[in-house]
Nanobody
Framework: QVQLVESGGGLVQAGGSLRLSCAASGRTFSSYTMAWFRQAPGKEREFVVAISRTGGYAYYAESVKGRFTISRDNAKSTVYLQMNSLKPEDTADYYC???????????????WGRGTQVTVSS
């Protein structure tokens, strides 16, 4: 079992930045591939980005490539999502997820956090 708690969401103007954090507890953090998903009002949850267990590889959705950066600190059991050049269409609840499978482009979540809300105003 692993527990995930997101933080860092909030209200930001278009063009601004936010940094989300996801703190993990429970089983060894470094044994999990980590990812961020998001769910906008009235829409299905969608994949944003995944990062390998060592942090050496990442796989991004096209919609965020070049604007978002994922990173992780295994010593702190935390994964981060730096979001720059935010757009109103980035408005969503952002969820952290952990998975045991290692293929980033086919990330399969085994555990979810409860989410943090991001609102981007125009």
């Amino acid at each position: 079992q692993v527990q995930l708690v997101e933080s860092g969401g909030g209200l930001v103007q278009a063009g601004g930045s936010l940094r989300l954090s996801c703190a993990a507890s429970g089983r060894t953090f470094s044994s999990y591939t980590m990812a961020w998903f998001r769910q906008a009002p009235g829409k299905e949850r969608e994949f944003v980005v995944a990062i390998s267990r060592t942090g050496g590889y990442a796989y991004y959705a096209e919609s965020v490539k070049g604007r978002f950066t994922i990173s992780r600190d295994n010593a702190k059991s935390t994964v981060y999502l730096q979001m720059n050049s935010l757009k109103p269409e980035d408005t969503a609840d952002y969820y952290c997820a952990a998975g045991v499978r290692t293929i980033l482009s086919a990330f399969s979540p085994d555990y979810w956090g409860r989410g943090t809300q991001v609102t981007v105003s125009s």
